[in-house]
């Protein structure tokens, strides 16, 4: 502690300011919460469970958070300070928590321990070691004795008895398992039940830390994440300080992750991801400074610093100082937790602007999952478009057999696809079955197809979103819907939005606060957008179609205030290569190709010619726009004199534009090609992503000088105009050829 009061600047020992800067702000937050709890009342449970009983929130868990943000900061600012009031005002609020004839909130009645037993207890227990010389022998023994005979004693009976948050895999498990863990630790050699109770604890919070995906993502979504990890990390790292070990916990390959999940479900506005029963606000903890204190990942540091609502002391116990924190790992724009059934993609990281997609397929039975597989939300322009309901009011109703009846949780009120007006299958389960990332593009497909059974064998969305580093500005996102019905029915695409609307001819445009965003239907061709304001404001599409198969293709184009949107329009023609008679050239912006094999668009805008085809039927060659390809999906991106910027293969072996360039690979890989400095001097730069070892090559027009794969040198095999690699290992490559002058 000394040390600390030294780099905090405590009793004049360090002017503010320097290296210590970011954690003398954390202090000074710490403070004032502190001093604000010496004029406050101590907390006093509510009386919720006539409240619960007539559909609403009971309030004693967020008395017992309260209680405990109360007893950390107070006891945390006498550690530091000496001060005699902070110990105090910590003391009474013991005393008050105490004194509740109960630890168990009544909306969870008849359990014996719940969520509040374990905030209870863990508060208690921080609060019973961090004052532990300012209380007399007698206080103690309170202490102990609330400990045991409200939180200790009921949870073993509990536990032993296999109640059902003691060996879940969601966040009961941890919160109830890890708070009384910490409790059972610092009454260690003090109740004789302790170490059963330990024993107990780490035996059950194994399971929640074996149902972590490699991944680290989590069905529950971003603030059930935070309510569960921030007590499993704060049981190891009591474990640890304790016990001298936390079972190498920080080891498994889903904890060392975790972060990553809230890191990217945080969109550009600075809020998460809402899918499901999740809030709007981003998750408050300081374990993101524990996870980067001991994987050495300081994006996690980084990522607290920016979202923190509020200073917890632990930040200042596993915070870095700010020398360590400058340090800027560059992560990928996009990712898929693929165990989770997540997926986000963005444009940039450090743009508040940047247009983000976050996508949600996975397990509907997950606890606090709704029927909302496909779905997804999109930000743009700091401008949240396409919203998610979020949770109902939480009620016994909405947690028991008409959960579905409630509109937040029904298929209808998500951005998705809903077949002749009925729910997805609640027990059903959804995947992602490609990803694919690059700075230039970034694609994601999830099935949804048993959500729909037996009304239909298939429903694939896939979503591609185009932009970040090309030389053209503008982004945008392309979503292809592949339905196949087994029986006619009543399709409806959905889009949610609290912004002013606007609908003509058959397109609409989002009006937001900074900006705007232009939704234009290619597919069906006779589709028209309409509005809906109830119960809540939607763009909506309702289509009968004639055939079992459906596809429905749509642009989002963000726009800047006052700008015309670029104008896509639908033809019934293949597109041109763009060495056509000019007479044979399409004439309108936006061209739609949709032959039974594959369908696409092309699109003009910011001076850039943007070409994309997807794969529709199951096998076989696509041609189409001067695109050749053998795989899910290709992009080509020219300048307005037709030079190509870049090109991408995605999950294919060949690849050519306009017979001007080639790409190929002995087995299926997922290439972006940046060719935006070919004319002169630079760097050929290639994002690839293989299965397995596999060689690649593809043209370069000038000479190389210089092969690098994932930063090494390699021999350059370069033969008329094509180079060649090999991608000795699976998973992500990149590759960087450099050109001569004479290129």
């Given at each position: 502690m000394a040390e600390l009061r030294e780099r905090l600047g405590i009793n004049a020992a360090r002017p503010p300011g320097g290296p210590h800067a970011y954690q003398q702000r954390l202090w000074a937050d710490i403070e004032r919460a502190g001093d604000a709890a010496l004029q406050e009342p101590t907390t006093e449970p509510a009386a919720a469970r006539d409240n619960w009983e007539s559909q609403a929130w009971g309030g004693n868990l967020g008395c017992a958070r309260r209680a405990q943000e109360i007893i950390l900061w107070c006891a945390f600012a006498h550690l530091l300070t000496q001060k005699r009031e902070y110990a105090a005002r910590a003391r009474d609020e013991m005393d008050a928590v105490l004194a509740w004839p109960s630890w168990v909130d009544p909306v969870h009645l008849p359990l014996q321990a719940d969520l509040m037993t374990g905030e209870v207890c863990f508060g208690l227990a921080v609060g019973y070691d961090w004052l532990h010389d300012e209380l007399s022998v007698q206080e103690r023994e309170q202490i102990r004795t609330g400990l045991v005979q409200k939180g200790l004693r009921p949870y073993l009976t509990a536990a032993k008895e296999g109640a059902r948050w003691a060996r879940c895999t969601h966040h009961w498990n941890a919160v109830v398992n890890g708070g009384c863990?910490?409790?059972?630790?610092?009454?260690?050699?003090?109740?004789?039940?302790?170490?059963?109770?330990?024993?107990?604890?780490?035996?059950?919070?194994?399971?929640?830390?074996d149902a972590i995906p490699v991944d680290g993502g989590c069905s529950d979504g971003v603030s059930y994440w935070r309510d569960g990890m921030h007590y499993a990390m704060c049981f190891a790292a009591a474990q640890r300080t304790v016990l001298g070990s936390d079972d190498e916990i920080i080891l498994r390959d889903g904890v060392r992750n975790t972060a990553y999940f809230p890191i990217y479900f945080t969109a550009p506005d600075g809020r998460p991801a809402n899918f499901g029963d999740c809030c709007?606000?981003?998750?408050?903890?300081?374990?993101?400074?524990?996870?980067?204190?001991?994987?050495?990942?300081?994006?996690f540091g980084r990522h607290r610093r920016r979202v923190r609502a509020r200073a917890h002391p632990f930040d200042l116990l596993w915070g870095e100082s700010d020398r360590a924190g400058r340090a800027r790992p560059e992560l990928p724009l996009s990712a898929c937790f693929r165990d989770t059934g997540w997926a986000a993609l963005r444009s940039s990281w450090n743009d508040a602007d940047a247009l983000y997609v976050a996508i949600k397929s996975g397990d509907l039975p997950a606890n606090h999952s709704h029927l909302d597989l496909n779905s997804f939300i999109l930000v743009a322009n700091g401008d949240r478009f396409v919203i998610d309901p979020g949770p109902a009011s939480y009620s016994k109703e909405y947690f028991g057999p008409?959960?579905?009846?409630?509109?937040?949780?029904?298929?209808?009120?998500?951005?998705?696809?809903?077949?002749?007006?009925?729910?997805?299958?609640?027990?059903?389960?959804?995947?992602?079955?490609?990803?694919?990332?690059?700075?230039?593009?970034?694609?994601?497909?999830?099935?949804?197809?048993?959500?729909?059974?037996?009304?239909?064998?298939?429903?694939?969305?896939?979503?591609?979103?185009?932009?970040?580093?090309?030389?053209?500005?503008?982004?945008?996102?392309?979503?292809?819907?592949?339905?196949?019905?087994?029986?006619?029915?009543?399709?409806?695409?959905?889009?949610?939005?609290?912004?002013?609307?606007?609908?003509?001819?058959?397109?609409?445009?989002?009006?937001?606060?900074?900006?705007?965003?232009?939704?234009?239907?290619?597919?069906?061709?006779?589709?028209?957008?309409?509005l809906r304001e109830q119960p809540d404001r939607h763009l909506a599409l309702n289509i009968r179609p004639s055939a079992r198969r459906l596809?429905?293709?749509?642009?989002?184009?963000?726009?800047a205030k006052g700008d015309r949107a670029p104008r896509v329009a639908c033809h019934p023609c293949v597109l041109r290569a763009k060495n056509a008679p000019a007479d044979k050239q399409p004439a309108a912006r936006s061209e739609l190709i949709s032959p039974a094999s594959h369908?696409?668009?092309?699109?003009?805008?910011?001076?850039?010619?943007?070409?994309?085809?997807?794969?529709?039927?199951?096998?076989?060659?696509?041609?189409?726009?001067?695109?050749?390809?053998?795989?899910?999906?290709?992009?080509?991106?020219?300048?307005?004199?037709?030079?190509?910027?870049?090109?991408?293969?995605?999950?294919?072996?060949?690849?050519?534009?306009?017979?001007?360039?080639?790409?190929?690979?002995?087995?299926?890989?997922?290439?972006?090609?940046?060719?935006?400095?070919?004319?002169?001097?630079?760097?050929?730069?290639?994002?690839?992503?293989?299965?397995?070892?596999?060689?690649?090559?593809?043209?370069?027009?000038?000479?190389?000088?210089?092969?690098?794969?994932?930063?090494?040198?390699?021999?350059?095999?370069?033969?008329?105009?094509?180079v060649s690699v090999v991608l000795e290992r699976p998973g992500d490559h990149d590759v960087q050829v450099l050109l001569g002058a004479g290129s």
């Open positions: 863990a910490v409790a059972a630790m610092a009454l260690l050699g003090e109740w004789p039940g302790a170490e059963e109770c330990l024993a107990r604890a780490r035996e059950n919070i194994g399971v929640f830390f709007s606000t981003p998750p408050d903890t300081p374990i993101f400074h524990y996870l980067s204190m001991r994987t050495g990942r300081r994006e008409r959960r579905w009846e409630h509109y937040e949780a029904s298929t209808r009120a998500h951005n998705t696809i809903v077949i002749d007006g009925r729910n997805q299958d609640a027990q059903a389960a959804g995947r992602i079955s490609d990803f694919f990332s690059s700075p230039q593009y970034a694609s994601v497909t999830a099935d949804a197809s048993p959500a729909y059974a037996p009304r239909a064998r298939l429903v694939r969305r896939h979503f591609v979103m185009i932009g970040g580093n090309t030389e053209a500005q503008g982004e945008y996102v392309v979503l292809l819907d592949e339905l196949r019905l087994t029986e006619s029915a009543t399709v409806e695409w959905l889009l949610h939005t609290l912004f002013r609307v606007e609908v003509r001819d058959g397109e609409a445009r989002l009006r937001g606060e900074h900006g705007d965003l232009c939704v234009t239907v290619l597919l069906p061709e006779d589709a028209g957008l309409e596809w429905i293709l749509a642009v989002l184009q963000p726009v369908c696409g668009l092309e699109l003009h805008r910011d001076g850039a010619v943007d070409r994309l085809l997807l794969r529709t039927a199951e096998e076989g060659e696509v041609e189409g726009g001067g695109i050749y390809f053998d795989g899910q999906k290709a992009f080509a991106r020219t300048t307005a004199d037709g030079a190509l910027v870049c090109a991408v293969l995605e999950n294919g072996t060949a690849l050519a534009v306009d017979s001007d360039f080639l790409l190929g690979a002995e087995r299926p890989v997922s290439a972006a090609v940046d060719l935006s400095q070919r004319a002169c001097r630079g760097i050929v730069r290639a994002r690839c992503w293989a299965a397995e070892r596999t060689g690649l090559s593809f043209s370069v027009w000038g000479y190389p000088e210089e092969v690098r794969v994932n930063g090494s040198e390699v021999d350059i095999d370069a033969v008329g105009g094509m």
